[in-house]
């Protein structure tokens, strides 16, 4: 029997579920709606600054962004497969989604780290 | 081989027995209140991966200096942004309770011989959500 590697996208895909499930709805309500929408008076960007240049807030962020990326990836993933049917090119969109986060988790590494 | 079941979408020709082809339609969640829930449920990966994307995008717009963010910022007060922004936050916000009513299923805690009621460790994840997010506009405003 071939070795399925598919626990190993499911432990990232939970993990990043537990994280965005905690913090994507009020990270979305503070920084994309209440603060550049003025429903809540918002930090000034030099304390923005400070507090993302700060290690254990780029490590957060980190993580944050690199396991909600593969929680959508494995997700969106099975969704084009059970919901939309596109059975036959499973293993192009296991790519092309797996590809995509990996890409993602380059990108945040790369702003947060070396930016 | 593969065997399935064959169901409604199952045709059946006559005189072929071992023929069989299965026509699911695409939309085929959209006749079932439950399967619609469900895929919506699937579909919330998207606000989650959406808002990874635009954290990304921030934190990009901060290093470049005050006046890349300012322009990044105005961006979220177009008309299109609000609604995309406002149907992520609902997306993500179905995502946590969907996520946090499961809990019970994927974290079974036991105390001695007895098992901790799925309603406490439901109640505990949406406690520590309300009690997080809380003490982040807290943190943020103070």
């Given amino acids: ?115 | 081989m593969k065997f399935f079941k064959p169901d409604q979408y199952t045709i059946y020709y006559k005189g072929y027995p071992k023929l069989y082809i299965r026509v699911k339609p695409i939309f085929w969640w959209l006749k079932k209140w439950t399967s619609f829930r469900f895929i919506l449920r699937e579909l919330t990966s998207l606000a989650v991966g959406y808002y990874a994307v635009i954290l990304i995008l921030i934190i990009n717009a901060i290093n470049q200096g005050s006046e890349t963010f300012q322009d990044f910022q105005s961006w979220f007060s177009s008309p299109l942004a609000i609604i995309i922004n406002l149907i992520a936050l609902a997306l993500a916000t179905y995502h946590s309770i969907t996520w946090f009513s499961l809990a019970p299923k994927a974290m079974v805690i036991q105390i001695g011989e007895k098992k901790v009621p799925g309603f406490l460790i439901s109640g505990m994840n949406y406690g520590a959500w309300v009690v997080l997010s809380g003490a982040l506009i807290w943190f943020f405003l103070k």
């Fill in chain 1, 1 to 115: 029997m071939k070795k399925s590697n598919e626990p190993f996208w499911w432990a990232m895909f939970g993990a990043g579920g537990v994280l965005s499930a905690f913090f994507i709805p009020i990270l979305i309500f503070l920084f994309a709606l209440a603060f550049p929408l003025g429903w809540l008076p918002a930090p000034s960007f030099d304390q923005l600054e400070m507090l993302t240049s700060s290690l254990i807030v780029k490590l957060f962020l980190f993580a944050l962004i690199f396991l909600s990326l593969f929680h959508w990836a494995h997700r969106f993933r099975f969704t084009l497969y059970d919901g939309l049917q596109v059975k036959h090119l499973n293993e192009l969109i296991a790519v092309l989604s797996y590809g995509t986060a990996l890409f993602g988790t380059v990108a945040a590494g790369w702003v947060l780290f070396f930016g």
